[in-house]
């Protein structure tokens, strides 16, 4: 037979072969296991690019690439790089929305119940840090103090007090025990008897605010105001 030419056919060196699996690897390694299935697509299509690539060779060797083939094989896995780097980046940004998002919320129960607790005395809480009770002032200890901070309540503004401390310095000295020796009167107001300060409370004997409620509940029925009741004590030493 006369001889015939044929044309050689061009091979990738098998370095491209190699460097590609370890492209391939390396990308497997490095991007997530939920991230890859863009890049698996990319390797699937330079797979079939290098595939019709050796079809069109006819049946030579699978290795027998030619050289176009092997620079699309090269592209895809270039594009699996970039593919890994938008993920990479795409995951950074969730985080931070993530974090952007949790400086939203309010804080947790059991830190508000903290700062409550810091705020309020404990016997004013429940187990759940809620307030049960509300703490009033407390009440002046001193008899005139307190004689004066209840004039209100007896529709009296404050210029009466000059009148009822004068009225009870000459009757007691403001002394809750007090007791006249002679007729028995007892207490701040000298009530007489004594035993009628017990319609204000069964403490009246030492409880200066009992005796000082009695004694302004009978200024009032008896003399109108404590200027009133001053006056008459005036001109009759006793009231």
């Given at each position: ?5 044929v044309?050689?056919?061009?091979k ?29 697509a990319?390797m ?48 950074v ?10 400086d ?24 759940d ?13 001193d ?97």
């Amino acid at each position: 037979m006369p001889e015939t030419h044929v044309t050689p056919r061009h091979k990738a060196p098998r370095s491209v072969t190699r460097s590609a699996s370890r492209l391939a690897v390396k990308a497997a390694a490095v991007v997530p296991a939920p991230r890859l299935t863009g890049a698996l697509a990319l390797m699937g299509a330079a797979g079939i690019a290098v595939n019709a690539g050796v079809a069109v060779q006819g049946n030579a060797d699978a290795t027998d690439i030619g050289p176009a083939t092997a620079d699309l094989a090269v592209s895809s896995l270039e594009a699996i790089d970039t593919a890994r780097l938008a993920a990479r980046g795409t995951e950074v940004q969730s985080e931070a929305r993530r974090l952007s998002r949790s400086d939203d919320r309010p804080a947790l129960p059991i830190h508000q119940r903290a700062t409550k607790a810091a705020s309020l005395p404990l016997d004013h809480q429940e187990l759940d840090g809620a307030m049960t009770e509300r703490v009033e002032p407390p009440q002046p200890t001193d008899p005139r103090a307190l004689a004066q901070s209840m004039l209100p309540a007896y529709g009296w503004s404050s210029s009466e007090f000059s009148c009822l401390d004068q009225l009870w310095v000459s009757e007691s000295d403001w002394d809750p025990t007090a007791i006249n020796p002679t007729s028995g009167a007892y207490g701040i107001p000298q009530s007489l008897p004594a035993e009628k300060m017990a319609t204000t409370g069964s403490d009246w004997r030492t409880n200066p605010a009992t005796q000082i409620a009695w004694g302004l509940g009978y200024i009032r029925d008896s003399y109108g105001t404590p200027c009133g009741a001053w006056s008459f004590k005036q001109g009759n030493n006793w009231y």
